[in-house]
């Protein structure tokens, strides 16, 4: 039931009663006493307790100005002025719930508490990860359901500030209250965006996350090789990893310690499926390759601008990636023609190719696709300014299962290969065409009449009659126009 919220991991002493502060630096310190009820976060704070331990929480503090004493909900008990320090997380410590007998007053009940558990479990199962944490403070009621297994398959932290080492090492450690350091809930943690995780965060849920099948670590520029190696290592279930804009990331690979337990029959294989590997500006052709050697199961492999890559890399990654249906090589500029000859080999597999903005390109190479690949359903070339009518020519008699074409940037397209599109690619949906300075009305017309399904049409910074427009829209009744001109409304 717990679709919104993941599970966590890591453990770090049952019986803790108080959580220590975390300073600007990101990595975690040796814990000291903090004082019962005292903890605050500039952008989030994590507290953690046992079942005769206070309760955790995420508090996201929007602005550093000093807040007002709360008052927890059925707690008698008033929490300490939380208080912020600017680059600073400190951990916050609350009473249990209920512990403290009420005043004797008006017996009063609240209209959520009338829910059974089923459903107010079912409400909590849409909370994000900080909400559902705070939850956990209400009552002890709430504790018991805000932490129910099912809630926990997915993490999800954001905030540049966070101190998201400390966070997952904290949630973990509650989560592996029923299963020693172990959990065995969570699949999915997503920390994009977390500059301040580093190694260290990673570490923790390899070590007490073997069920992990989806790590999204995307802008944490402080990751590295060794952390991810850990992961993949110790996670044998990861299929999903998006490492995009991590620039210390030069691969993906076993540790060497699992490689020596590895037997050869094994094959040292990782069951990654999908790897974002966009603006690692780091990757190499030997780094590449190797990625292709320990993940023969992709089937979505990022690599935008990518650029030191070149068409040597290729190879190797056609010829072990066999099952690869979507590769994006945009700016890639070192990739050529050599490049998309090998990117065939895929055949009748791969459906989705981006080679935007990679000059060398020419229709040579884009003939190579479109003879070996005839499933291909999406192809994005702008900007490759070598490819012509010709080119699209291949396509429209090779690929008719095309939906969605951008050529836009490519000055020699004109209107014989869209006339070869509309021939070819009835099923055309989206086409963008925007800067192709030698289109004329003529083209668009034949769009018109040959492609009834078009949705989407790109004609902007192109010196096209409107009334050629106005027949796209009345023979493609669903399809939106975005154009540059004043006369067609």
Known sequence: MGANNGKHYGSEGKGSSSLSSDVSSGTDHTPTKA???????????????????????????PSPSRVSPQTVPNCHETSPTSFTVPGETVAMVHPPPGTRSRPSKAPHTALIDILPDAVLLHVLSYLSTPHLCRCARVCRRWYNLSWDPRLWSRIRLTGELLNADRALKVLTHRLCQDTPSVCLTLETVVASGCRRLSDRGLRV??????????????????????????????????????????????CISLTEETCVQLTPLHGQQIGLRHLDMTDCVSLEDEGLKTIAFHCPHLTHLYLRRCSRLTDESLRQLALRCSSLRELSLSDCHLVGDFGLREVARLEGRLRYLSVAHCMRITDVGLRYVARYCPRLRYLNARGCEGLTDQGLSHLARNCPRLRSIDVGRCPLVSDAGLEALARGCEGLRRLSLRGCESLTGRGLMALAAGCPELQLLNVQECEVPPEALRLVRQHCRRCVIEHTIPAFY
């Open 205 to 250: 849920m390899a070590r007490c996350c073997p069920e992990l099948r989806c790590l999204e670590v995307a802008g944490c520029y402080n990751v590295s090789n060794h952390a991810v190696f850990d992961v993949v290592s110790k996670c044998p279930n990861l299929e999903h990893l998006d490492v995009s804009g991590c620039p210390k990331v030069t």
């Open 35 to 61: 004082p019962k009820n005292v903890a605050t976060s500039e952008d989030s704070d994590v507290s953690m307790r046992t079942p005769s331990s206070p309760s955790p929480a995420l508090i996201l503090n």
